[in-house]
């Protein structure tokens, strides 16, 4: 028995094609990705209250889009939020951009924004090393997400028929198709986009979480807008000067780091304030 679970922009009619184009390895190395998505028409209140955040509704998708085309994997990331309108979003965010610096060494950067002026946007580039691999929108004005992606629905039906009608159609590992794994990897990296809004950049970790770059503490699932941290996790008590350890380099740099964003000027101010009464 097959399970089909799929994403419409893996569907559409342009993306198979750029990624047999990278595949091929004709363009060579991929030295960065731009991916853009903003909405069209602006969602209802009732949606936007139930859909869980810009993270978890839009950005999910272009992930797993930008991704499986690059077939590549985030070793850290970054991400911003914000909002245009507080009382039309519902202090959900409306905007968003996250950094990827990836496996194989390439930069990408996903744009997602609720708001469009007049037609639905959602266009990928990809930076090569001879060339560049496009993935466009179509020259229609007004076009909806429905409009956008009509083609791609038709085509994730046709797959899942065509699968049903064939002889081995309990084999689906060649189907376009989300795995429990992958939608299990693909929430992972969306905690950490959410966890880095309010704490900079992480790195995507292999155990559940992520691990913040600026403390070194592993953290765990945020909510909307908020993050939560837990308990220090490193090996043998955390110590910068345990050689015998590959992670040591890492960990002197997120101490120093650290130590020197702390050093704000506030803070300088406020030391000065408070030392310098002793010398009177």
């Given at each position: 028995?097959?399970?089909f679970t799929a994403f419409d922009a893996r569907h559409a009619p342009r993306s198979?094609?750029?990624?047999?184009k990278l595949r091929a390895g004709d363009m060579g190395k991929v030295?960065?990705?731009t991916l853009v998505s903003r909405d069209y028409p602006y969602p209802p209140s009732a949606y936007i209250a139930t859909c869980g955040n810009l993270f978890k509704d839009?950005?999910?998708h272009d992930l797993d889009y930008l991704l499986w085309i690059l077939d590549d994997q985030p070793t850290q990331l970054g991400a911003r939020a914000s909002t245009s309108n507080d009382q039309r979003a519902m202090g959900a965010w409306e905007n968003s951009e996250v950094r990827l610096t990836l496996r194989s060494g390439a930069q990408a950067t996903l744009v997602n924004s609720r708001i469009s002026q007049s037609s639905y946007d959602h266009r990928l580039d990809v930076y090569c090393e001879r060339g560049i691999v496009q993935v466009t929108n179509p020259l229609e004005q007004g076009?909806?997400?429905a409009d956008r992606f009509d083609d791609s629905y038709h085509a994730q039906m046709g797959e899942f028929l065509d699968r049903v009608r064939a002889t081995d159609a309990g084999d689906c590992s060649q189907m376009t198709n989300m795995s429990q794994e992958r939608t299990d990897y693909?929430?992972?990296?969306?905690?950490?986009c959410e966890t880095?809004?309010?704490s900079g950049w992480c790195i995507v970790a292999a155990d559940d979480g992520a691990v913040d770059a600026w403390t070194g503490r592993t953290v765990g699932r945020s909510t909307s807008n908020s993050s939560t941290r837990g308990?220090?996790?490193?090996p043998n008590g955390g110590g910068l000067r345990v050689y015998d350890e590959d992670t040591t380099t890492d960990r002197v740099k997120v101490h120093y780091r650290t130590m020197r964003r702390k050093q704000s000027l506030a803070h300088v101010k406020r030391l000065r304030a408070k030392y310098d009464a002793l010398g009177t």
């Open positions: 028995r097959c399970r198979p094609a750029a990624r047999e030295f960065s990705a839009c950005v999910v076009l909806t997400f693909l929430n992972k990296v969306l905690n950490a880095s809004v309010g308990e220090a996790s490193e």
